[in-house]
């Protein structure tokens, strides 16, 4: 069994992890080999974009974050974005994709990425080609999967500044809004939120009301503190307002979706007129995604690599493994690729309501 092997979107702390796994197990007990794919889908549509993917390629990778296959969010085999006479045109890639893998002599391809990479994956396997993928973003938002790598080192990164954050908070008494990854879902920002101790938690699930807020702040400092920590998702937005946006979807080719960035600068100006406190606001950006791996996150990504191998070894094409109550398994790509959203009605918002923490509605 010969595979190919791609890690698509953004990259994210754990992919080596997986690779590691998938190869070890892939060479020392199943006696496969594995072809690497470089920067995402781009490795299978122009040309010298493989590498070796061997026990070598795979030694002392498991602490690294990033990709050592590197990785595109753009790069869409049936939207692919080219020059042509000039002009920056949309092309459908697949056959290319197609004669690739060919003349690759891959009996398969490893895809792992979150929902862009996975939906590519479904409608090439829908082409033909025998597709198996591993799940993974930082922003835990897959439907088929309880928990994608990346994202509980993530939650730490986003823990400890909020931790820091503090610091600066009740020296200058000032209210710190931080601003969380996350596109559309609000897992990060909840569970960060909940482990750093922010006084609010504003997710796109519930929208926020800026009066709700600026109550809430005056009775903090009325009656408990001298400060405040609102942890914003970069997707949340004000009752009757809409998301910040750095670039709209059709600004950046191949892209398919729009760049968030903006929630907390937004946030802030709204409340400032209501408070003497002086506001400030910190935008975690990438490094919620860089650096090494959590513990938990190496586990969960070397399994996911694996395990991989069973859907392979099984011949159960389109599928993803997961995640799902505590326990390993899979799950077809056309389910589980779709996004998914905090429920606002769940135990961590509940409790976290329960405890005082204000979701600002
Ligand atoms: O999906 C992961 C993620 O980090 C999102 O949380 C964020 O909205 C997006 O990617 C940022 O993408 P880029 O790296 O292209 O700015």
């Not at 949309?90 to 009996?107: E, G, Y």
Request: include cysteine; glycine fraction near 14%.
């Amino acid at each position: 069994m010969r595979l190919g092997v791609l890690t698509g979107g953004g990259d994210c702390p754990g992919l080596n992890a997986v690779l590691r796994g998938l190869v070890r197990r892939g060479v020392n007990e199943l006696g496969y080999e594995f072809v690497g794919i470089q920067n995402g889908y781009d490795g299978l549509i122009l040309p010298d974009l493989t590498m070796p993917l061997g026990l070598a390629q795979v030694r002392g990778i498991l602490p690294k974050g990033g990709t050592i296959l590197g990785t595109s969010n753009k790069a869409d085999p049936f939207n692919y974005v080219m020059k042509e006479g000039g002009k920056t045109i949309t092309k459908d890639m697949s056959d290319v994709v197609l004669k690739r893998i060919k003349a690759l002599k891959l009996d398969g391809l490893v895809c792992i990425g979150g929902d862009g990479t996975l939906t590519m994956a479904h409608k090439l396997a829908e082409r033909g080609v025998k597709i198996v993928a591993c799940p993974k973003t930082i922003d835990n938002d897959l439907s088929g999967t309880d928990q994608t790598f990346g994202f509980d080192t993530a939650v730490n990164v986003i823990s400890e500044a909020i931790d820091r954050l503090h610091s600066t908070a009740e020296a200058h008494q000032r209210v710190m809004v931080v601003e969380i990854m996350g596109r559309n879902a609000g897992f990060l920002t909840l569970e960060g939120g909940i482990a750093g101790g922010a006084d609010f938690i504003l997710i796109p699930e519930l929208p926020y009301d800026v009066e709700k807020i600026v109550a809430h702040l005056l009775e903090i400092y009325e009656t408990r503190k001298k400060f405040a920590i609102v942890a914003i998702s970069e997707g949340a937005f004000p009752r009757g307002g809409a998301q910040a946006v750095q670039a709209k979807a059709d600004e950046i080719p191949g892209r398919g979706v729009v760049r968030l960035g903006g929630s907390g600068k937004v946030l802030a100006d709204l409340l400032a007129p209501h408070l003497e406190a002086e506001i400030r606001v910190t935008v975690l950006g990438h490094l919620q995604r860089g650096g090494s791996p959590s513990p938990m996150d190496r586990v969960l990504a070397t399994m996911y690599g694996a395990m991989v191998l069973d859907l392979v070894r099984d011949g159960k094409w389109d599928h993803m493994v997961c995640l799902r109550d505590g326990k390993l398994g899979f799950s077809p790509l056309a389910e589980s690729r779709k996004e998914r959203q905090v429920d606002p009605h769940g135990d961590k918002v509940r409790l976290a309501k329960s405890i005082g923490i204000s979701f600002g509605v």
